[in-house]
């Protein structure tokens, strides 16, 4: 069975880096294309980042942009979210998504387009 675990999350100060990790198992990795989303308490879930299965583009909400960079390995099927120059407001809880459709641009960053989640890790940016 398809499986998402994501791994990395943690407390950070802010201005500081984390990476989060999403190790995936039991499907073809090469044909989905990935998602990261986040949900703070009361917030809805929003996507940070995704990497479109074709041609491996990439796509940031400006919230992040120039912080947030999304990337995959195929060979370990893992996918990682790179996160710089963090901020309180990034805290919430991470999740990876992965989604069998071709999704170009700002379509990427829609969670309603992705069928499989992880279970989410925690992340908080604090004094």
């Known amino acids: 069975q398809l499986q998402l675990v994501e791994s990395g999350g943690g407390l950070v100060q802010p201005g500081g880096s984390l990476r989060l990790s999403c190790a995936t198992s039991g499907f073809t990795f090469t044909y989905y294309g990935f998602g990261w989303f986040r949900q703070a308490p009361g917030k809805e879930r929003e996507g940070v980042a995704c990497i479109n299965r074709i041609n491996g583009s990439t796509n940031v909400p400006d919230s992040v942009k120039g912080r947030f960079t999304i990337s995959r390995d195929n060979v370990k099927k893992t996918v990682y979210l790179q996160m710089n120059s963090l901020k309180p407001e990034d805290t919430a809880v991470y999740y990876c998504?992965?989604?069998?459709?071709?999704?170009?641009?700002?379509?990427?960053?829609?969670?309603?387009?992705?069928?499989?989640w992880g279970q989410g890790t925690q992340v908080t940016v604090s004094q």
């Open positions: 998504a992965a989604t069998a459709l071709s999704l170009f641009g700002s379509r990427c960053l829609r969670n309603l387009d992705y069928g499989f």
